[in-house]
């Protein structure tokens, strides 16, 4: 059965540094969606991406935020200069109809320090 | 705005009790309502989902009824089993808001045999 999956499961990083996160899609799906999960709070929107362009985005996605599908295949999360507030569960999630089920990655814990 | 009001967790129940764990939406437009599961060191898994007022969603033994008058959708299953063990997250997305989903906090479940 075909799957979202997520690199790395773990990212540790020092404030201020940059990271990027992969994630690869189900692969006939169009719409690409990021979402992060701070522990003990909510699952929250963070962006939603088609045919090559955010279609939304959250007040989360500030410009230290950016999204982007570098090849057919990759869907990736860029933070530019991480805060020690951005440390959460990353959730990347593709579907194939805009308003259908989305189809989630199993995650990437990212820990700033 | 949209949200979703979930039962906190976390709850622990004996194999073959009954399970009910409760989510209030509150939504601008017409929604569709999903329970998602995340077993440990996994994503987030479609559960079941329903997309109009009292349409029932069901799998693997778990319901869930979309009651509009009481803006609610309760997961139910009638008994629980040790794999069953998981995070349920409920979550509605709205045509009206755009394609994202909104989340609940998710409600942590422990079966003991």
């Known amino acids: 059965e075909p799957e979202v999956t997520q690199t790395p499961s773990h990212q540790v990083t020092q404030m201020g540094q940059e990271v990027i996160l992969r994630c690869v899609p189900i692969?006939?799906?169009?719409?690409f969606y990021w979402y992060r999960q701070i522990l003990g709070q909510k699952v929250e929107f963070l962006v939603s991406?088609?045919?090559?362009?955010?279609?939304?985005k959250s007040e989360i996605f500030d410009d230290q935020f950016s999204v982007e599908r570098p090849d057919g295949s990759n869907f990736t999360l860029k933070i530019r200069s991480t805060k020690l507030e951005d440390s959460a569960m990353y959730f990347c999630a593709s579907s194939g109809l805009r308003y259908n089920e989305q189809f989630f990655g199993p995650g990437t814990r990212l820990t700033v320090l | 705005g949209d949200s979703v009001t979930q039962m906190e967790g976390p709850v622990t129940l004996s194999e073959e009790a009954f399970l009910t764990i409760n989510c209030t939406y509150t939504?601008?437009?017409?929604?569709?309502l999903f329970w998602y599961v995340q077993y440990p060191g996994e994503g987030l898994q479609l559960l079941l989902k329903a997309t109009k007022a009292d349409d029932k969603g069901s799998n693997k033994g778990f319901e869930a009824t979309y009651r509009k008058e009481t803006t609610s959708f309760h997961l139910e299953k009638g008994s629980v089993q040790v794999s069953d063990s998981a995070v349920y997250f409920c979550?509605?997305?709205?045509?009206?808001?755009?394609?994202?989903?909104?989340f609940g906090t998710g409600t942590s479940l422990t079966v003991i045999p």
């Open positions: 692969s006939n799906h169009l719409y």
């Open positions: 991406f088609y045919n090559n362009e955010i279609s939304e």
């Open positions: 939504a601008t437009g017409y929604p569709s």
């Open positions: 979550a509605l997305s709205d045509r009206e808001t755009g394609n994202q989903f909104y």
